[in-house]
């Protein structure tokens, strides 16, 4: 069973920037695509990026240009470098595995005030 653990969530500016890291458990990292994804109160959790084994990117549009995924499978982490955040970005992150998704961790908070 693979297991996720999300960190670096914090309460922090509009304008501001924090760092997301997920460790992931077991050998399957490496060649897996790993995705961040976030719900926000009362809202149904939504995709905000994933990055193939490759290191091929992509994002929902709302963070384009403001959020950057990166993996290390050196560590089996996989990253989330989030910078001009805004008041809407506010929610629990959460990593997981687009394409074989496991159970879901606890998730990081951020919350971003005006």
């Known amino acids: 069973q693979v297991q996720l653990v999300e960190s670096g969530g914090g309460l922090v500016q509009a304008g501001g920037s924090l760092r997301l890291s997920c460790a992931v458990s077991?050998?399957?990292?490496?060649?897996?695509?790993m995705g961040w994804y976030r719900q926000a109160p009362g809202k149904q959790r939504e995709f905000v990026a994933t990055i193939t084994s490759s290191g091929t990117t992509s994002y929902r549009d709302s963070v384009k240009g403001r959020f950057t995924i990166s993996r290390d499978n050196g560590k089996n982490t996989v990253y989330l470098q989030m910078n001009s955040l805004k008041p809407e970005d506010t929610a629990v992150y959460y990593c997981?595995?687009?394409?074989?998704?496991?159970?879901w961790g606890q998730g990081t908070q951020v919350t971003v005030s005006a």
């Open positions: 997981n595995l687009p394409n074989r998704f496991s159970s």
């Open positions: 077991g050998s399957i990292f490496r060649a897996n695509a």
